[in-house]
């Protein structure tokens, strides 16, 4: 069974500290990784988008993949309260399906 | 761009009735569309997928005939819970893939149903 898997946190950081949130799957094949921000009573919202091994950097967001480990990765630089959210890994195993599946998140709380 | 609407955003119906959930790309035309479902404090559990002009394609343990899917047009998809009872209570979730992108999803806002 195809899976991706995160830790539930919570993840606790200090506002203007780095939070990093890790994520492993369990497919070689897979081809495309994403990350969703999803706060509390709301729906996911993509936040980013990553294809190929490597960093892949937007605003205080960096996303970092390596297919050979197998496991992608979310850096958030200059954390804000705003930033506290559950963070979902979803990854797409290929096929013709398109469908994502998603880890269980991992919860940030980002403290003052 | 990549937004996504869902009609109605919450709704209370008794039990045994039926309720219908629209969801709708506004700005962008979706061959595939997700239904999904959120229990509080649980991960999204996809439901169906739902491609234009086609039959959706239901994940194992999601009765169909139960959770109706149409997805009519390039921009609208319906969902229908049929004979609702207390325990379909649940955030209920759409996505949409644009043509082209790379599995890219973008999610509405959410409907949530509570069964009375």
């Known amino acids: 069974q195809k899976e991706v898997e995160q830790n539930s946190g919570p993840l606790s950081v200090p506002e203007g500290a780095i939070a990093s949130l890790n994520c492993t799957y369990s497919?070689?094949?897979?081809?495309?990784f994403f990350w969703y921000r999803q706060y509390s009573g709301k729906s996911p919202e993509l936040i980013m988008s990553i294809y190929s091994n490597g960093d892949k950097e937007d605003g205080r967001f960096t996303a970092q993949l390596n297919k050979a480990s197998q496991y992608v990765s979310l850096l958030i630089r200059d954390s804000q309260p705003s930033d506290s959210a559950t963070y979902l890994c979803a990854v797409n195993f290929g096929g013709t399906a398109s469908k994502l599946t998603f880890g269980t998140g991992t919860r940030l709380q980002v403290t003052l | 761009g990549a937004v996504v609407s869902q009609h109605p955003s919450w709704v209370i119906c008794k039990s045994g009735t039926s309720v219908k959930i629209e969801c709708r790309s506004l700005?962008?035309?979706?061959?595939?569309m997700f239904w999904y479902r959120q229990f509080p404090k649980q991960s999204l559990m996809l439901m169906a997928t739902s491609n234009e002009g086609s039959k959706a394609t239901y994940e194992q343990g999601v009765e169909k005939d139960k959770f109706l899917i149409n997805h009519a047009s390039l921009t609208l998809s319906t969902l229908t819970v049929t004979s609702a009872h207390p325990e379909d209570s649940s955030f209920y979730i759409c996505?949409?893939?644009?043509?082209?992108?790379?599995?890219?999803?973008?999610f509405g806002p959410g409907t949530r149903l509570t069964v009375l």
């Open positions: 700005d962008f035309q979706a061959t595939t």
């Open positions: 996505s949409a893939r644009s043509q082209g992108a790379r599995n890219e999803q973008f």
């Open positions: 497919d070689r094949g897979s081809q495309s």
